[in-house]
């Protein structure tokens, strides 16, 4: 695990504590080095398990196999606070086994995302023209101020950053509608940290994890670059 990774230095090396801060390592055991029930909100887009290769050739860690998925939603079951949401992007095709693990750690799913595209990521018997998240949740939570239409427009990100790069105003809208300011966000798959980004513009704090070192760095750069 990366040095960066401590109970006192977060990624800038200056001393804190669960707040603002963004790790490298594998998920599974910093959430367990973790506290329960200690975080407000969790935003993650973790591998869809379908083996994915970019068209310039990047690929997602972990995404050619299952092993992770349940240890990692347990972990994330755990920490999430009582009566709070978690809001998961998935693999349409691979729903039997998200769902199959979301419900069996605990969460109950209550809503569901269709973000639409203007363009097609790709082609076989129909054209992929958007991406899906369920909104799920642990105890009973309060209902939002203001619910967030299921159905958003999807604004192409370019995806200069991560291959699976999600734009950052979607996840401000909703961090704002299903956290309070001051909240700490997790992140366990953070990629280039749009989760992160998100949380900050909206005045959450962000707890964000990453395995892969490229990504890893290019998420410091974009955090703490200015810091």
């Given at each position: 695990m990366n040095?960066?990774?401590?109970p006192?230095?977060?990624?800038c090396?200056?001393?804190?504590?669960?707040?603002?801060?963004?790790?490298?390592?594998?998920?599974i055991?910093?959430?367990?080095s973790?506290?329960s029930?200690?975080?407000d909100?969790?935003?993650?887009?973790?591998?869809?398990?379908v083996?994915?290769?970019?068209?310039?050739g990047?690929?997602?860690?972990n995404?050619?196999?299952?092993a992770?998925l349940l240890?990692?939603?347990q972990e994330?079951?755990?920490?999430?606070?009582?009566?709070s949401?978690c809001i998961?992007f998935y693999g349409?095709?691979?729903i039997?086994?998200?769902m199959?693990?979301?419900?069996?750690?605990?969460?109950?799913p209550?809503?569901?995302?269709?973000?639409v595209?203007?363009?097609?990521s790709?082609?076989?018997?129909?054209?992929?023209s958007?991406?899906?998240?369920y909104?799920?949740?642990?105890?009973?939570?309060?209902?939002p101020?203001?619910?967030?239409?299921?159905?958003?427009p999807?604004k192409?990100?370019g995806?200069?950053?991560?291959?699976?790069q999600?734009?950052?105003?979607i996840?401000?809208?909703?961090?704002e509608?299903?956290s309070?300011?001051g909240?700490l966000v997790?992140?366990?798959?953070s990629?280039?940290?749009?989760?992160?980004?998100?949380?900050?513009?909206?005045?959450?704090?962000f707890?964000?994890?990453?395995?892969?070192p490229?990504?890893?760095n290019?998420?410091?750069?974009?955090?703490f670059?200015?810091?």
């Amino acid at each position: 695990m990366n040095s960066h990774f401590s109970p006192i230095f977060d990624a800038c090396g200056k001393p804190g504590k669960l707040h603002n801060r963004l790790v490298h390592g594998d998920c599974i055991p910093v959430m367990q080095s973790l506290p329960s029930a200690s975080m407000d909100l969790i935003v993650t887009d973790p591998p869809y398990l379908v083996n994915y290769t970019s068209r310039d050739g990047r690929s997602i860690q972990n995404d050619d196999n299952d092993a992770w998925l349940l240890p990692a939603f347990q972990e994330m079951y755990r920490m999430l606070k009582d009566n709070s949401f978690c809001i998961s992007f998935y693999g349409w095709h691979k729903i039997d086994r998200f769902m199959q693990t979301w419900k069996r750690v605990g969460f109950r799913p209550v809503g569901h995302f269709t973000f639409v595209k203007n363009y097609a990521s790709g082609e076989s018997f129909t054209q992929f023209s958007h991406e899906n998240a369920y909104l799920l949740i642990k105890g009973r939570p309060e209902r939002p101020a203001t619910a967030p239409r299921d159905v958003m427009p999807w604004k192409y990100t370019g995806n200069t950053l991560h291959p699976t790069q999600k734009p950052v105003k979607i996840l401000t809208q909703l961090i704002e509608a299903y956290s309070v300011p001051g909240g700490l966000v997790l992140d366990p798959f953070s990629g280039s940290a749009s989760t992160a980004v998100a949380a900050r513009a909206r005045g959450r704090a962000f707890f964000a994890i990453e395995k892969d070192p490229q990504y890893y760095n290019i998420a410091k750069n974009r955090l703490f670059s200015n810091a």
